[in-house]
């Protein structure tokens, strides 16, 4: 009897599952509920005051505001330049952060602080409008509406007290309201000496905050105190009237116009200090006006001399004969390391009588302080000839600003041939399987030239540079330029490694007389290296 009853029980249980799941299926098919109505659709006019309040801040300011552009193609185009500026602002956060954090750290007993890792992520901000005011002033005021919801990874390593602790800021968001204000307008590339960033309301940040691998921000009531501090405290800092004022250039030296052309001949220097293990120097000058952003000038090496003569003559462009010097500094060139400066001295442009030549032996100073005890020694002497021809009247050669401007060979070059110069300035996103301390090394017409080696770099700056006197134009040659790097310990079993190369026509160089590329370097990931070529004929 107990069997019999178990299998009516188990056969009801599945008759009736059964049809309880065909009757629930049909009335979920079948019936609809009469709560539930299709949405209103309508202009955002002819909404209620509740409905627009909850959608206020999902609304971009330009719809809002009539006086907002909107800003679609600036968002285009941050994203698709994004990658490139995710690793610029990095590059220069770490270039401004260094020097500070060297100057804090003492204070509080910390052996280092460093960044681990730093990517602002792959999420680019967006501007949901921008306003611009016009004004009578000379200057360009902006208030665009900034929104930031980035993933960014920020790990910054503390070293202290012989412990090692890590901080990982993530979740990134940023609301803002700035004004940025360019000012004063000058005539003079980037059109604007300083920037002014002040901001309209209080900032919403919002992120999370990870120590040691622990989110600090989940613990109960930190998240508010944090971001009200930083919110008070940037305020405080950047709440419109107050500014962050970021230098471009001197205003007042931007509106100078060039009033002439200064001739420099460097002739010879004389008893110059051995510098070499050999007891040899292998010296060369710097040239460079005070208060000028161009690039020194420098005259080619003289290899193995301490009386070297160089009769090279150059041309720098004068805006202020009254407060501009011309700096003269010898360096003993080195194939690897540092070059070592071996003595400088100045000539104040005040003291030179226009159209009138004039020679002048220096001697060779340490410093330029006047009460430095290093001065007394003897470094030797520099001699250069000086010629300040002042433009009459309106007269101003089409390239007096051109830095670009080719200068002629030295005496002595071949009539037929000219001078190559080459200069290495820097590599990108360079990395070796076993270290990464690169160096860049140059093949030409049989002749090897090597940059300095830079330690733990994947974007090494070198700028140096290499001269090559020539019989003949290279129009049929190639120069192979190789970023290798040597490894800091010795014994190992990969001493160097090739992180790529580049071969480089010169056929372009010699029409062209200058070029200035990136190259993408073979059997290199996201390598490139930045070279520039000149011909200069005599």
């Known amino acids: 009897m107990g069997f019999l009853s178990t299998i009516a029980s188990c056969f009801g249980f599945g008759v009736g599952t059964s049809f309880g799941l065909v009757i629930g299926y049909y009335m979920f098919i079948y019936f609809q509920p009469t709560d539930v109505k299709d949405p209103t659709i309508c ?42 500026l995710d690793k610029a602002i990095c590059k220069t956060a770490r270039t401004i ?10 204070k509080y007993k910390i052996d280092s602080v ?34 930031w919801a980035g993933n960014p990874n920020i790990i910054v390593a503390i070293k202290a007290f012989g412990l090692r602790a890590t901080v990982q800021v993530v979740d990134l968001q940023v609301f ?74 001197d205003p007042s ?24 293990l050999l007891g040899a120097s292998d010296p060369y000058v710097k040239l460079k006006l005070t208060d000028d952003k161009l690039p020194s000038k420098k005259t080619t090496v003289k290899y193995k001399n301490l009386n070297p003569e160089w009769n090279e003559e150059f041309k720098l462009v004068i805006k202020d004969t009254e407060s501009q010097a011309l700096e003269l500094s010898i360096y003993d060139w080195e194939q690897i390391g540092k070059h070592d400066k071996m003595g400088m001295n100045v000539i104040p442009l005040k ?64 009539a037929s041939g000219g001078l190559l110069v080459i200069t290495i300035h820097e590599a990108e996103d360079v990395e070796g399987k076993h270290h990464t301390n690169p160096y ?55 001493p160097k490694e090739n992180l790529g190369y580049v071969q480089i026509n010169l056929a372009d160089v010699v029409s062209n007389k200058r070029i200035n590329e990136k190259y993408n370097l073979i059997d290199s990931r996201n390598g490139r290296i930045q070279v520039e070529l000149q011909w200069r004929t005599p």
Not at 466 to 486: C, I, M
Request: glycine share 4%; aromatic share 8%.
């Open 351 to 414: 003291e030179l009588t226009p159209d009138e030549p004039k020679e002048l032996t220096l001697n060779l100073l340490k410093t330029m302080e006047p009460n430095n005890p290093e001065n007394e020694k003897s470094r030797g002497q520099l001699t250069v000839e000086v010629l300040y021809k002042p433009f009459k009247g309106d007269e101003l050669p089409e390239n007096a600003e051109d830095s670009s401007a080719i200068e002629k060979a030295p005496e002595g070059t071949p």
């Open 253 to 276: 030296n931007a509106m100078k116009v060039p009033v002439g052309i200064l001739h420099v001949k460097v002739l010879r220097a004389v008893k110059l200090k051995k510098k070499d």
């Open 176 to 249: 803002a309201a700035p004004r940025i204000t360019l000012k004063p307008l000058v005539p003079s590339f980037p059109c604007f000496a300083n920037i002014y960033v002040s901001l309209m309301e209080k900032p919403h940040v919002d992120f999370g905050l990870k120590l040691l691998g622990a989110d600090a921000m989940s613990i109960p009531g930190v998240y508010r105190i944090v971001q009200e501090l930083i919110k008070d405290q940037v305020a405080n800092m950047y709440l419109w009237p107050k500014a962050l004022e970021v230098p471009i250039m």
């Open 97 to 106: 952060a260094k020097p500070i954090i060297a100057e804090q750290i003492p």
């Open 43 to 84: 202009p955002l006019a002819e909404q209620d005051p509740k409905t627009l309040q909850r959608l206020l801040p999902e609304i971009p300011l330009w719809v809002k505001n009539p006086d907002y552009d909107r800003l679609d193609w600036l968002n285009k185009f941050i994203e698709c330049m994004w990658p490139y």
């Open 114 to 147: 460093e960044f681990e890792t730093l990517t602002l992520g792959s999420l680019p901000p967006t501007f949901q409008g921008m306003k611009v005011y016009s004004t009578d002033e000379k200057e360009l005021i902006m208030e665009p509406s900034l929104k």
């Open 440 to 494: 860049a090394r140059l093949i030409f017409k049989g002749e090897e030239r090597r940059t300095k080696h830079v330690k733990k770099n994947r974007d090494p700056r070198w700028g140096e540079t290499f001269q090559f006197t020539l019989d003949e134009p290279p129009t049929n040659e190639r120069l192979l330029v190789e970023v290798q790097s040597a490894s800091s310990k010795m014994g190992l079993l990969h």
